[in-house]
């Protein structure tokens, strides 16, 4: 089965940086894409970014101009590299693979910004 393990979370100050990164293991046969979604308890999980196997990305509004998603197809892993953060960036960040027939989730790593 496939594992998708985060690491990178933590707490940073408004304005700080954080890098998170996504490592895929296990048997995967093919993928359309890897990304980033968020989540607050109380509010819809929302895309942050996503990057196909083309190399084409896709990004929320209020995440484009800040954060860049990149990967590194050779290793099965994407990152995500948040730069001016914000209060409003508190969440749990999930790592999405896309695969042909399902789709796998990671654990989540919890993103605290302090004003």
């Known amino acids: 089965q496939v594992q998708l393990v985060e690491s990178g979370g933590g707490l940073v100050q408004a304005g700080g940086s954080l890098r998170l990164s996504c490592a895929a293991s296990?048997?995967?046969?093919?993928?359309?894409?890897m990304g980033w979604y968020r989540q607050t308890p109380g509010k819809q999980r929302e895309m942050v970014a996503v990057?196909?196997?083309?190399?084409?990305?896709n990004y929320a509004d209020s995440m484009k101009g800040r954060f860049t998603i990149s990967r590194d197809s050779a290793k099965n892993t994407v990152y995500l590299q948040m730069n001016s953060l914000k209060p409003e960036d508190t969440a749990v960040y999930y790592c999405?693979?896309?695969?042909?027939?399902?789709?796998?989730w990671g654990q989540g790593t919890q993103v605290t910004v302090s004003s």
């Open positions: 999405n693979l896309r695969g042909y027939a399902f789709d796998y």
């Open positions: 296990g048997t995967i046969y093919s993928i359309n894409s």
């Open positions: 990057i196909s196997t083309s190399g084409f990305t």
